[in-house]
């Protein structure tokens, strides 16, 4: 298995179990929709669904505290964490 693939096996568990649940309080949800790399970065792309959808927090705290989870949970400073939503909001 690819080095990549186990990553984003791990980070889908990682939503599965212990983000989705916590938005889930505030009606929310998250998806991974890619993990790729550039350069000596893993950049995590996720899109925000219900409540969470749209919400300034989605993109600010929300969004950071799910970066720093992850960068806790993988061990690996060098990773960040996009709200695919806010990339297609900025197109419009």
Request: net charge positive; glycine share 8%; hydrophobic share 30%.
């Given at each position: 298995m690819s080095k990549i693939k186990e990553?984003?096996?791990?980070?889908?568990?990682?939503?599965d179990y212990d983000i989705n649940p916590?938005?889930?309080m505030h009606n929310g949800s998250c998806t991974?929709?890619?993990v790729e790399t550039q350069e000596d970065y893993l950049?995590?792309?996720?899109?925000?669904?219900?409540?969470?959808?749209?919400?300034p927090a989605s993109?600010?705290?929300t969004r950071a505290g799910i970066e720093f989870f992850l960068r806790e949970e993988?061990?690996?400073?060098n990773l960040i964490v996009i709200n695919i939503n806010e990339?297609?909001?900025?197109?419009n």
């Open positions: 990553i984003t096996d791990k980070i889908k568990y990682l939503i916590s938005l889930a991974l929709h890619k950049i995590v792309k996720l899109s925000f669904e219900g409540s969470c959808n749209g919400c993109s600010g705290e993988l061990s690996s400073n990339q297609k909001n900025n197109i």
